[in-house]
């Protein structure tokens, strides 16, 4: 995950994003994304999680979240994200968001907006929320077609212009597919019509119910070409949009390139990133599912380390961090590209390619880097800028 305008200039996201840089360097976890809950009263076609209405059968009980909650605070947690499923048909989910705020943890919600009303947009305020993340995957037809509910589209964008008149900020998701890529310029002048602060776009994930989908995902060349965009837009001094691009890291040094063929310093956005690569893999990031599992990330769900029954949350930080000491493997490796520790590809899809059934190699080379030129020909003011090429862990 990269917030794009906060990274390289400054952005709705930089708060966050300083109090998880300052939560890393004190040996902190930097922020958790938490699915509350498996159920969800949607059924969307590409979930990574197969979410349904079913409660899983070892779901943290409702007073081991409220617990977590505390633990979440001793361990010094800046942020965190409360998901499922949809978070708020957990039926603790408000006695859950209290904790968080009276424990001064900046909560976010990811919810699917279907359950928003004003009442509830109000009491979310109350309770410290500023950013409410929620999908929008295209036109009416495509977005309800695709959630297999119809009337989802008309609530989320209810729910949007219910939030924002509650000064609540809003961060509109997509996965983004061959299905609805002609629709994504679309979606983000909706954003801007709407007042939404930062969109979201994420490469898919083929995991739950989009296992096997691989031929859904957009083209390298697709993903260039809505880089270019987004650059384009940044630099227009009458967009002020934040993007946030998920699970495709190597975005991250291509728009760095683009930036710098128009003359952009981008040298601050290289020094964060000697903090933060692209990929949050072993950066002070975990995600925790409804049973307890604790992940690397929360698109690997079958990817785990332990049980946060079983281990203390500053263990699990360390755990995780050690897979940020692992160099990648393939064209990711250190001696085969210069934004080895600024990008180090999607360590979740190397991950998944190196088969989950067998326990799978978080080292392994990501094969939807969208560079396109080799290392060795890479633009050299950029290659020369990066930070850490000696090999550092920071």
């Given amino acids: 995950m990269a917030h794009v305008r906060s990274l390289f200039f400054t952005g709705a996201a930089s708060e966050s994003e300083a109090k998880a840089q300052a939560a890393k360097k004190a040996g902190h976890p930097s922020s958790l994304i938490w699915n509350i809950t498996n159920r969800c009263n949607l059924k969307c076609s590409h979930c990574y999680m197969a979410a349904d209405a079913h409660v899983l059968p070892d779901q943290l009980s409702d007073e081991e979240t409220i617990e977590l909650v505390d633990r979440m605070h001793a361990a010094g947690c800046p942020v965190v994200f409360l998901s499922g499923g949809e978070?708020?048909?957990?039926?603790?989910?408000?006695?859950?968001?209290?904790?968080?705020?009276?424990?001064?943890?900046?909560?976010?919600?990811?919810?699917?907006?279907?359950?928003?009303?004003?009442?509830?947009?109000?009491?979310?305020?109350?309770?410290?929320?500023?950013?409410?993340?929620?999908?929008?995957?295209g036109t009416r037809e495509y977005h309800d077609e695709l959630t297999r509910v119809p009337g989802t589209y008309d609530k989320v964008m209810n729910a949007v212009r219910t939030l924002r008149a509650h000064d609540i900020g809003v961060v509109l998701k997509t996965a983004i597919t061959v299905n609805n890529w002609d629709y994504i310029r679309d979606m983000i002048q909706t954003a801007k019509d709407e007042g939404v602060g930062i969109f979201y776009i994420c490469d898919l994930i083929t995991s739950g119910r989009s296992e096997g989908e691989e031929a859904l995902r957009i083209s390298k060349e697709q993903w260039r070409e809505l880089c270019d965009?987004?650059?384009?837009?940044?630099?227009?001094?009458?967009?002020?949009?934040?993007?946030?691009?998920?699970?495709?890291?190597?975005?991250?040094?291509?728009?760095?390139?683009?930036?710098?063929?128009?003359g952009v310093d981008v040298s601050k956005g290289l020094e964060?990133?000697?903090?933060?690569?692209?990929?949050?893999?072993?950066?002070?990031?975990?995600?925790?599912?409804?049973?307890?599992?604790?992940?690397?990330?929360?698109?690997?769900?079958?990817?785990?380390?332990?049980?946060?029954?079983?281990?203390?949350?500053?263990?699990?930080?360390?755990?995780?961090?050690?897979?940020?000491?692992?160099?990648?493997?393939?064209?990711?490796?250190?001696?085969?590209?210069?934004?080895?520790?600024?990008?180090?590809?999607?360590?979740?899809?190397?991950?998944?390619?190196?088969?989950?059934?067998?326990?799978?190699?978080?080292?392994?080379?990501?094969?939807?880097?969208?560079?396109?030129?080799?290392?060795?020909?890479?633009?050299?003011?950029?290659?020369?800028?990066?930070?850490?090429?000696?090999?550092?862990?920071?």
Avoid at 108 to 128: E, F, M, Y
Avoid at 242 to 260: H, M, N, V
Avoid at 293 to 301: R, W, Y
């Fill in 87 to 137: 978070p708020m048909l957990r039926p603790n989910f408000w006695e859950i968001l209290e904790r968080v705020h009276a424990c001064g943890i900046k909560p976010t919600i990811s919810t699917n907006c279907t359950l928003v009303t004003a009442d509830a947009a109000q009491r979310l305020k109350d309770n410290g929320v500023k950013w409410i993340a929620t999908s929008l995957y």
């Fill in 229 to 262: 965009f987004i650059v384009d837009d940044m630099l227009d001094p009458e967009s002020h949009m934040e993007y946030d691009i998920g699970a495709i890291p190597s975005t991250i040094p291509y728009i760095a390139e683009k930036f710098i063929e128009r």
């Fill in 272 to 394: 964060r990133l000697s903090l933060f690569s692209a990929c949050p893999v072993g950066q002070g990031h975990m995600a925790i599912n409804s049973e307890g599992m604790i992940m690397p990330c929360q698109f690997s769900q079958e990817w785990t380390v332990g049980n946060i029954r079983d281990m203390e949350i500053e263990d699990a930080v360390k755990l995780l961090r050690s897979l940020d000491e692992q160099p990648s493997e393939g064209q990711c490796a250190p001696e085969n590209c210069a934004y080895t520790h600024i990008c180090r590809g999607c360590r979740v899809k190397a991950w998944m390619r190196t088969g989950a059934e067998h326990g799978g190699d978080s080292r392994a080379e990501d094969f939807s880097c969208i560079l396109s030129k080799e290392a060795g020909e890479r633009d050299q003011d950029l290659a020369a800028a990066v930070p850490c090429q000696g090999g550092c862990t920071a």
